[in-house]
């Protein structure tokens, strides 16, 4: 199914102010022993009955969800942004397990300690945190009431394209004139992923290095274990305990960074709720090209997710 901006922009509240991102209340919370995560918060977590969870992508952070948290404007739900382990602002120890099941047990553990009992959430993650949420919502205990995956498909590793580009230019970036040149390369690889390049700023871009450069040897270090961990039970044998609905959203442009038609089918044929829709004029950078999308795609499964397959 192809989308346009429009359609999915009528889903969202008439007259919802979206000229700025809501205020973020910033902390590092603990998912267990030596285990930090970087969180962000809006509204009161403990109270509400319903969250929205955004997970930023391997090389994303908080700042890249900000977009679609101006996109969603007020809303009914919490709203909760999560660095996985390794991520973002979130710590890099050294021994610890990057795996994409362990990450998601971490989330599951910090979702038990800041949300109600009863709370549920719905997810937006992009690229391979996709993964992560598909694992967090196939427990037996999940809070998962539905999940927005932007352009991730189901992977056993994150030993992605875009792992590999970030391995690549994150040596460069420890000496001025190399962070100079790494940021160029990397801009341009963000254009590549992208129909529409206007989001691609110098400050965007600098956001998305920071977390390396601040520590360009943890970062090196964690990526390449990222990069080389492997779950133990293969994603397509975890699909099909998702009962929650899962929207995937793709972009029109091909770029080796997409999900291709074997994840897609390995999609449609476990998951039991899944619908796919194709982004006109998006690549795989939809929660930055197409902010309004993600957000009405998450307002929609709050609102009550479809129950039928796209085929």
Same mark, same amino acid.
């Given at each position: 199914?192809? @989308? ?5 922009? @009528? ?5 919802? =102010? ?8 910033q902390?590092? $919370?603990?998912? #267990?022993? &030596? ?5 962000? $918060? ?18 994303g952070?908080?700042? &890249? ?5 101006r ?9 909760? %942004?999560?660095?996985?382990? #390794? ?23 910090? !979702? ?9 959430? %719905? *997810? $937006? ?7 992560? /949420?598909?694992? !967090? ?7 998962v009431?539905?999940? %927005? ?5 189901? *992977?056993d590793?994150?030993?992605t ?9 994150? =040596? ?5 004139? #190399? ?7 990397f801009?341009?690889?963000l254009?590549?992923?992208?129909? +529409?390049d206007?989001w ?15 520590? %360009?040897?943890?970062? !090196? ?25 899962? +929207? ?5 442009? $091909?770029? =080796? &960074? ?31 090209? +197409?902010?309004?999308? *993600?957000? /009405? /795609?998450?307002?929609? !499964? ?5 129950q039928?397959t796209?085929?």
């Open positions: 199914m192809r @989308l346009t901006a429009l359609f999915f922009a @009528l889903l969202l509240p008439l007259g919802a =102010p979206r000229a700025q991102a809501p205020r973020l209340q902390w590092v $919370a603990s998912s #267990g022993a &030596s285990d930090s995560l970087a969180v962000s $918060a809006a509204g009161s977590l403990r109270q509400s009955l319903c969250t929205i969870l955004l997970l930023p992508g391997t090389l952070s908080a700042a &890249s969800m900000t977009s679609v948290l996109a969603l404007g007020p809303t009914e739900c919490s709203v909760l %942004v999560v660095d996985p382990l #390794g991520m973002g602002a979130s710590l890099r120890p050294t021994h610890a397990d990057y795996s994409l099941s362990a990450q998601a047990d971490r989330l599951h553990r910090l !979702l038990e300690r800041l949300l109600p009992p009863s709370g549920h959430v %719905v *997810v $937006a993650a992009q690229g391979t945190s996709a993964t992560i /949420a598909y694992r !967090l919502a196939a427990r037996p205990d999940t809070r009431h539905g999940i %927005v995956s932007i352009a991730g498909g189901p *992977v590793q994150q030993r394209p875009g792992v590999r580009m970030a391995i690549a230019f994150a =040596p460069l970036v420890d000496t001025p004139i #190399g962070r100079a040149v790494a940021r160029r390369k801009a341009a690889a254009r590549a992923q992208s129909t +529409h206007a691609i700023t110098s400050a965007v871009v600098q956001s998305y290095l920071a977390p390396i450069e601040r520590d %360009v040897r943890a970062g !090196l270090r964690t990526l390449r274990a990222m990069g080389n961990a492997r779950d133990s039970v293969p994603i397509a044998d975890v699909l099909p305990y998702i009962t929650a609905p899962v +929207h995937l959203l793709v972009g029109d442009l $091909a770029t =080796p &960074s997409a999900p291709d038609t074997s994840q897609l089918a390995m999609l449609r044929r476990h998951v039991r709720h899944v619908r796919v829709d194709t982004v006109r004029g998006g690549g795989t950078m939809l929660h930055e090209e +197409h902010p309004a999308i *993600v957000a /009405a /795609a998450l307002v929609q !499964l709050i609102r009550g997710p479809a039928a796209a085929p």
